[in-house]
Nanobody
Framework: QVQVAESGGDSVQAGGSLRLSCAVS????????MGWFRQAPGKEREGVAV???????IYADSVKGRFTISQDNTKNTFHLQMNSLKPEDTAMYYC??????????????????????WGRGTQVTVSS
C-alpha cells in the first residue's frame, strides 16, 4: 500500500522560510510525478509545484522565485523550500505522488489536481 506523509508545517512571520518534506513508501517503482498542493479555507485545492519524470519542474505563478521543489536521489523523498513567505501562503499543504506515462501527463495531472496518492496535509500559517 502506497503511503505519502508530509512534515514541516509550522507558523511563521511574513518574510520567513519553511521547508516541507514528503516521504513516499510502499511503492516498488520510482514515482514519475511528485507534487505539492495547497488548500486555503473556502478555496479549491491548487497546485504549488511539481517535479516531472524528466526532472523538470513547474511552479504556480504565485510562488515562482520564492518556492523550490527538490527530490532526493532515492526519488521517494521530496521537499518544498518556501522563502519570503506571505500571509496569502497560509494553507494546508499536501504532497502527492502519481505514476504517469510521460512528463506531459504529469503536467496535466498537476494542473487538474488529479494525483493518485495523497498525504494528509501539513498546516502552514504565515502571520503579518
Amino acid at each position: 500500500q502506497v503511503q505519502v506523509a508530509e512534515s514541516g508545517g509550522d507558523s511563521v512571520q511574513a518574510g520567513g522560510s519553511l521547508r516541507l518534506s514528503c516521504a513516499v513508501s510502499g511503492y516498488t517503482s520510482s514515482h514519475d510525478c511528485m507534487g505539492w498542493f495547497r488548500q486555503a479555507p473556502g478555496k479549491e485545492r491548487e497546485g504549488v509545484a511539481v517535479i516531472l519524470g524528466d526532472g523538470s519542474t513547474i511552479y504556480a505563478d504565485s510562488v515562482k522565485g520564492r518556492f523550490t521543489i527538490s527530490q532526493d536521489n532515492t526519488k521517494n523523498t521530496f521537499h518544498l523550500q518556501m522563502n519570503s513567505l506571505k500571509p496569502e501562503d497560509t494553507a494546508m499543504y499536501y504532497c502527492a505522488a502519481d505514476q504517469v506515462s510521460s512528463a506531459s501527463w504529469c503536467a496535466v495531472h498537476f494542473r487538474r489536481v488529479v494525483f493518485n496518492y495523497w498525504g494528509r496535509g501539513t498546516q502552514v500559517t504565515v502571520s503579518s
